[in-house]
C-alpha cells in the first residue's frame, strides 16, 4: 500500500531492520541515511532491493486482503462477520517516534471469530484462538517459503497493534505454491517493549552531533579444514564416495532414460489419435495405458493478455489389477 507515515517516525517496514541490527533489504545505518537527508531537506536515494518482491507484493496485495477477510467471514458463527477496511491515514505511536501505515484493519463485529491455530501442536498453543474487536490485517507475499511469516514480518505486524492499540494482528501470506496462510498473532508485550527499545535508541543516534551511526556488522567468514585421509586409515569412506557418484550418475542416466521412453511412447500414442481430440486409453498385454487430454479453462483478460483455452497432456501407466 501507498506508505502513509514520514520520515520524522519510524515506519512499520523499517522498524524490524532497527530491532534486528539489519534485514534481508535494508541496514540500521541505511534508514539513518534516509532520516537525517529528510530532517536537512534532502533526498535520499535509497537503493531499491528485490524490486520483483515490490511489486509483487503491491500487485497482489488488494486480493490477499479480499481474500482473507473472505475467508474469515466464512467462519463466523450467527450474527457474528467480519468488516475490512483500508485506511488511508498513518497511525501513530502515543509516546514513541514510531507510526505504521496498514494494508488493512479487521473488525470483528456481533460477536467473536474462532479459527484454526496454524500453530497448533507447539508448546503452549492451543487447538484454535479466539478474537474479538479490530487489528490489523496484513498481507505478505513469499515467493521461496511456504512456512510462517518471517521474524520481521512478525515484528512489523507488532508494531502495528501497538500503533494501533490492538491485541491481536493478521498476517495473511500467499507462499509459492500458491495457498494463502492466515497466521494470527496475539501482542507480545516483551516484543513490544524490545521495539520501543530500538525505536529510542535509533532516534537518540540520530539526534546526536555527529550522528552515533550502528557499528557495521562484520560477516563471519566460512572457515575451511583441509584433511588428508591416510591410505588404511578409513577404505569405507572412499568406497562411500565412490558409491555416491555412482548412484548419481545412475539417477541421471534414469532420468534422461524416462525421458526418452516416455517421449517415443507419447509419440506412438499421438499416431492413434492424429486429429488430437481424444484422450487414448490402450491396452497392451497387461499394462494399461493413459493418455488424458486434460482441458485447461480460458482466462480472462486481468492484469496479463486474455489466454484462450488450451490443453496438455498427462501419462499414465499401471500394470494388471493396479489403479
Given at each position: 500500500m501507498p506508505k502513509l507515515t514520514k520520515e520524522n517516525i519510524i515506519g512499520g517496514s523499517e522498524i524490524p531492520t532497527i530491532v534486528l541490527k539489519g534485514s534481508r533489504f535494508s541496514t540500521?545505518?541505511?534508514?539513518?541515511?534516509?532520516?537525517?537527508?529528510?530532517?536537512?531537506?534532502?533526498?535520499?536515494?535509497?537503493?531499491?532491493?528485490?524490486?520483483?518482491?515490490?511489486?509483487?507484493?503491491?500487485?497482489?496485495?488488494?486480493?490477499?486482503?479480499?481474500?482473507?477477510?473472505?475467508?474469515?467471514?466464512?467462519?463466523?458463527?450467527?450474527?457474528t462477520y467480519v468488516h475490512l477496511q483500508i485506511p488511508d491515514k498513518a497511525y501513530l505511536h502515543d509516546t514513541s517516534r514510531l507510526g505504521v501505515s496498514l494494508d488493512g484493519l479487521l473488525t470483528i463485529r456481533g460477536g467473536e471469530l474462532q479459527i484454526d491455530n496454524p500453530f497448533k501442536g507447539l508448546e503452549g498453543e492451543d487447538n484454535q484462538v479466539t478474537l474479538f474487536g479490530?487489528?490489523?490485517?496484513?498481507?505478505?507475499?513469499?515467493?521461496?517459503?511456504?512456512?510462517?511469516?518471517?521474524?520481521?514480518?512478525?515484528?512489523q505486524l507488532h508494531a502495528q497493534m501497538m500503533c494501533t492499540k490492538s491485541d491481536w494482528g493478521i498476517i495473511a501470506k500467499l507462499g509459492p505454491k500458491m495457498r494463502l496462510g492466515i497466521y494470527p498473532?496475539?501482542?507480545?508485550?516483551?516484543?513490544?517493549?524490545?521495539?520501543?527499545?530500538?525505536?529510542?535508541?535509533?532516534?537518540?543516534?540520530?539526534?546526536?552531533?555527529?550522528?552515533?551511526?550502528?557499528?557495521?556488522?562484520?560477516?563471519?567468514?566460512?572457515?575451511?579444514?583441509?584433511?588428508?585421509?591416510?591410505d588404511g586409515i578409513n577404505t569405507d569412506i572412499e568406497q562411500l564416495a565412490k558409491d555416491y557418484l555412482a548412484c548419481k550418475d545412475a539417477s541421471n542416466q534414469q532420468s534422461s532414460a524416462t525421458t526418452e521412453v516416455k517421449d517415443a511412447l507419447e509419440l506412438y500414442l499421438a499416431s492413434l489419435d492424429p486429429e488430437d481430440k481424444h484422450s487414448v486409453n490402450a491396452t497392451v498385454g497387461e499394462y494399461k495405458i493413459s493418455w488424458q487430454k486434460v482441458q485447461r479453462k480460458a482466462q480472462p483478460e486481468k492484469l496479463t493478455p486474455s489466454k484462450p483455452a488450451s490443453f496438455y497432456r498427462k501419462l499414465t501407466i499401471t500394470k494388471g489389477e493396479e489403479v
Open positions: 540500521p545505518n541505511e534508514i539513518m541515511h534516509k532520516k537525517l537527508a529528510a530532517k536537512s531537506g534532502q533526498v535520499y536515494e535509497q537503493q531499491v532491493m528485490h524490486q520483483q518482491a515490490l511489486d509483487r507484493g503491491n500487485f497482489l496485495e488488494p486480493g490477499i486482503l479480499e481474500w482473507a477477510s473472505d475467508y474469515l467471514d466464512k467462519q463466523c458463527l450467527g450474527e479490530t487489528g490489523p490485517l496484513e498481507a505478505k507475499t513469499d515467493a521461496y517459503d511456504d512456512g510462517p511469516p518471517h521474524q520481521e514480518n512478525v515484528i498473532y496475539f501482542r507480545d508485550d516483551v516484543l513490544c517493549q524490545m521495539i520501543l527499545d530500538a525505536t529510542n535508541d535509533f532516534w537518540r543516534r540520530c539526534d546526536v552531533e555527529p550522528p552515533a551511526y550502528y557499528p557495521e556488522l562484520v560477516e563471519e567468514k566460512n572457515l575451511e579444514k583441509n584433511v588428508e585421509v591416510a
